[in-house]
């Protein structure tokens, strides 16, 4: 399913992701290579559930693949060109190189490779599809408006990026006909859904390594749009100048589509936001017509995200608006997304998967926000991919720079080689330079020490990143609970 290099972005990615997509059922036996990813582990668990022998490894023993043994699958660490032997069919991560032993092998048997996407797309034949995208928002809208379609009687399946705290899992295989997936966009894989129901939370600058500029990603978006089935709806945020250009264009097309924001123009108009702790509450307001919403989550971000979630389940897919509010309500949040870790010391940790710049900036604010004047946040961040780190290495110290201490680690690699002259430090500077008190800590050991020096009782840490700096916050309160005793 490669496809040769053109300057199409979705014609250089390795899969076609505009073709056809198989039945799950057609499948035979699916090995996964990088089976312990978020992604990865979900699209396997849905296809348990459903029968299917799945076999996969991972380069690293992680937590989730105890997990995935208990639920039927054989799991192996590390890649052997054996492992795949009693595969039909590949289902592989981005970050799998073309030179892994496990995939030479499988290509040299012939077997069919497919993306995750792909393989998750195989498991949604024949159901009302949704499908969440955007370049922040996406994992907890998802998470969001699944949990509110329980609330309404149904068991919609879904694959999230995250793991609801409500249910402890990030996918399910669900009996009810509505299939809702988080649609990642950074590799053009979001084409492969076909979906009934889209949401787009934002469309902003990021995944350049892939697009190479902001046009080739409002392009992709757009693209996006046009594979919602005939009849279906497009929700967006007018908040958000690439979301309401990406709606002009997909109406002009002849697209339903509906918009939420604070905006005035907003189809579903958010107001009088307030903040109550961790918790919060929004006025949704539309034809006259108004609904009150309570969230157990903090953050104008995340009203705007529950809104989504609200036209989707009740404009897409037909729902009742009370019961969409009452499950919006019950939302307990999802792991890594503004998760509080503990306390000691008088100091709170909490944790959050952000990683581009508007994702940062949101999670600063919020927590600004809550500490108020009773203490100061520590923002502790560690940039994921030297290319990200390189093209917005300004706009993620700007967005840090609003809580008064910041603490930068160096970068994670993720799936990319080193580029030369680019650390943690770029992302250093700018902090600095917007106005922060700013430690650059490049030892990752080095680190929870360092923040345990700087706060005082009453300070919130913020750790921030999608790399191994969620690992930094249970090591702090360790070190925190020790200092206290």
């Not at 073709?19 to 699916?30: N, W």
């Not at 497919?114 to 907890?140: C, D, E, F, P, Y």
């Not at 604070?262 to 702790?277: M, Q, T, V, W």
């Not at 989504?308 to 309500?329: P, T």
């Amino acid at each position: 399913m490669t496809t040769p290099t053109t300057d199409d972005p979705f014609a250089r990615a390795r899969f076609d992701f505009r073709s056809p997509i198989p039945r799950a059922e057609d499948l035979g036996t699916v090995h996964f290579l990088a089976i312990g990813g978020a992604g990865m582990s979900g699209v396997a668990r849905i296809m348990l559930a459903r029968g299917i022998t799945v076999s996969g490894s991972d380069a690293k023993d992680v937590p989730v693949l105890g997990a995935l043994r208990a639920e039927g699958a054989q799991v192996w660490v590390g890649f052997e060109a054996a492992h795949q032997q009693g595969a039909d069919a590949i289902v592989m991560s981005s970050s799998i190189r073309d030179d892994n032993v496990e995939l030479v092998a499988a290509r040299e048997r012939g077997l069919p490779v497919l993306h995750r996407a792909q393989g998750l797309a195989s498991l949604m034949h024949g159901q009302r599809r949704v499908a969440v995208a955007g370049a922040n928002g996406k994992t907890t809208t998802t998470s969001l408006l699944t949990v509110a379609l329980q609330e309404c009687g149904l068991d919609p399946s879904f694959a999230v990026g995250g793991e609801l705290a409500k249910h402890g899992t990030n996918a399910h295989s669900g009996a009810g006909d509505t299939f809702v997936v988080e649609a990642d966009e950074s590799d053009g894989s979001f084409l492969v859904y076909r979906p009934h129901v889209a949401v787009v939370t934002n469309v902003q600058p990021d995944h350049l390594d892939f697009y190479d500029t902001f046009t080739v990603v409002e392009a992709a978006y757009l693209e996006f749009a046009r594979t919602i089935e005939p009849g279906g709806l497009l929700v967006t945020c007018a908040d958000d100048d690439g979301a309401r250009r990406l709606a002009e264009a997909a109406r002009a097309a002849g697209t339903r589509v509906v918009t939420y924001g604070f905006s005035d123009d907003a189809d579903l108009r958010l107001e009088d936001h307030r903040a109550e702790g961790l918790l919060s509450s929004v006025r949704l307001s539309r034809d006259g017509r108004a609904h009150s919403l309570r969230l157990a989550i903090p953050g104008r971000h995340n009203a705007l995200n529950a809104a989504a979630a609200f036209i989707a389940a009740v404009d897409g897919l037909g729902q009742d608006a009370d019961a969409v509010l009452a499950g919006l309500a019950s939302f307990t949040g999802t792991r890594r997304r503004f998760e509080p870790k503990g306390s000691a010391g008088g100091v709170t940790v909490i944790d959050d998967y952000a990683h581009n710049a508007g994702k940062v900036r949101a999670v600063v604010e919020t927590a600004v926000g809550l500490v108020g004047d009773t203490g100061r946040v520590v923002a502790v961040f560690q940039p994921h991919l030297y290319s990200r780190t390189r093209d917005f290495a300004d706009a993620l110290g700007a967005g840090l720079a609003q809580a008064p201490v910041v603490v930068v680690m160096d970068v994670y690699a993720a799936r990319e080689d080193p580029l030369p002259g680019v650390t943690g430090e770029l992302v250093a500077d700018a902090a600095r330079a917007a106005g922060a008190e700013v430690h650059y800590v490049p030892s990752w050991s080095a680190v929870a020490a360092r923040v345990a020096d700087l706060v005082r009782p009453g300070d919130l840490v913020l750790t921030i990143g999608a790399g191994d700096v969620t690992m930094i916050g249970p090591e702090l309160l360790c070190l925190l609970g020790e200092a206290r005793r």
